[in-house]
């Protein structure tokens, strides 16, 4: 091992199982358990300057006492030099009351409040004590913990590895003086046992430099690990995929629109990955309608020209016949065959589609998570496109990756990631970025309606209806529902047909049979429907440019990133475009501000910015499922400022110093350390 001898094993020493309830297996797991807040027991308050509201620690001599058996209730009074305090226990356990006899001295912590007979303290924390008996020398730690762990039982535990364990340093001196960080272990003993003169407010708000090394230490272990799994990437063999007869520039031609500058820019990005041995890992992300579809496509061309075949891999199958389409539209002209694979396909038609590609008769295939299925086999498979990359857990993109010799790997979002993020959980990816819309797009009106006004919208959307323009009327639930009462699919398409029986109104909904939903969008793509009324299964790849109006009901229930996919539908086409977001009062504070970002910007990184604010990394990214190590205690908005110097000591240790980097990897993750992405 370079650079340092560090020994692992004492870490990796197994806990009781009792442990396992809160994933705690390893002692490095129950040290890495740091405290939710801390309390502060080193000093006693007397009775009389208790304050309401305020935790505190007092001691005193029980002068009265009184159980009631049948409710379990118990009522004590403590008493010091300057007053009395009123202890309740409402679920007082068998044996309390006798140990709670009038002249025990009891040392009891807890929140006051103001209650019937004065001053009282409900389900204080006590023991009993002697006359003398000193106070701790540090704050308390209150840990994370679940019914079977108690908090004794964590302190006792972490007290003892503390006294055992001997945990070296993996970082080397140079590093920790270049970034001004503290040695490790004793950051560790800060955060687990804080003298009183160490301040609070700091360990609260985790910006002491204790919690800033070990922010430090999780954000570099997730970065090596990353970096670790592309390196190993790298080392695989992937087809060179040069063109051969012009296919890519016969589709640019055949387009009946010019590329964008920022497509441009993004193409020329993933051409060059093509044509290298080594396979293409890249994240293509870019706002709603900014054309991530066509790049797929000429990349797809680009790998059909040079003899190899392309997996299209969407998550619904509305979505998959959309890109079918779509891409049937760009590739039939050009004599290039396109097929789709999905769970609702009858096995005729399957088993067609299955012999082609397994031939290599089929050039192109579009599905659904039936392209993970066994028996899906390629005669030659070179591209995997994955759209709404985060919608697939890493499982299934590895199953399908396994079906080639490392195919080369091109993943979509249209949700933009803030740079600070995609630097913190995509370092094992390139990124490409589309940050410009094509001129055609029109930007898109956003209201917000209180629900009370109902009728007022349903007037408005049968005027621009009846002008020839089409309504998308979204709402978040098929059926009604017992735990939620909102405005469903089916009660609104009801609704809406007999309040124009004249109109021809659409219901798509994800209980539906694929061929009805298919049906349906044709006839509303074919502009044979005026209003559709939808769940969210169209919140994605649906592409209506005559659609000009989107209703959303129940506004308030949906998130940042859902409700600008939704408004994306809309905008496609010339006509004026306006998105209606009805909202159900009350509102809560989360609700309220999400509306007030929709209703200020059409930006889709701001409202990323905003979506990962609210929200906090490890739901924004949907990191359990994408198989990156989820971060526990580091921020990447807020740490920002931590990531660059990250950045290179995980270069430095990789390059230079690889025992230490594999030493800080187990130390963090332990067994646990596969986390080579799809």
Sequence with gaps: MAGIAVSITPELTLLPSVFGKLGLVTVADLLLHFPLRYEDETRLTPIADVQPGRFVQVQGEIVQRHAVLATRRLDVWLRDESGDLLLRFLHAFPGQAARMAPGVSLRVAGEARVGFSGLEMLHPRWRAVKPGTPLPDGLTPV?????GVTQSALRRQIRLALAQIDWQDTLPEQVLRAHDLPDFFSSVCVLHHPSPETSVQGLQARTHAAWRRIKFDELLAQQLSLRQARAQRQLMGAPRLAARSGLVQRLLDALPFALTSAQRRAWQQIQEDLQQSRPMQRLLQGDVGSGKTVVAALAAAQAIDAGYQVAFMVPTELLAEQHF??????????????????????????????????LGELALVVGTHALFQREVSFARPGLLVVDEQHRFGVAQRMALRDKGVAPHQLMMSATPIPRTLAMTYYADLDVSVIDALPPARSPVRTRLVDDRRRQQVMDWVRQRAVSGEQVYWVCPLVEESEALQLQTAMDTYAALCLAWPDSAVGLVHGRMRAAEKQAVMADFVADKLRVLVATTVIEVGVDVPNASVMVVEHAERMGLAQLHQLRGRVGRGMRRSECVLLYHEPLSDLARARL???????????????????????????????????????????????????????????????????????????????????
């Design 143 to 147: 840990y994370p913990a679940v019914a």
């Design 325 to 358: 389409q779509k891409l049937v539209h760009w590739f039939a002209p050009l004599q290039i065959s396109v097929g789709m694979l999905s769970g609702s396909l009858g096995n005729k038609a399957r088993n067609k589609v299955l012999e082609a590609l397994r």
């Design 596 to 678: 007030k970002i929709m209703f200020e910007s059409q930006d889709g990184f701001h409202i990323a910015r905003e979506d990962l604010r609210l929200r906090g990394p490890g739901e924004f990214i949907g990191a359990r499922q994408s198989g990156v190590p989820v971060l526990r205690f580091a921020n990447p908005d807020e740490d920002a400022d931590l990531m660059q110097a990250v950045r290179e000591t995980a270069e430095y240790l990789l390059q230079y110093e690889p025992g230490r980097a594999q030493a800080h990897i187990a130390r963090w993750y332990g067994a646990r350390q596969s986390y080579a992405q799809a």
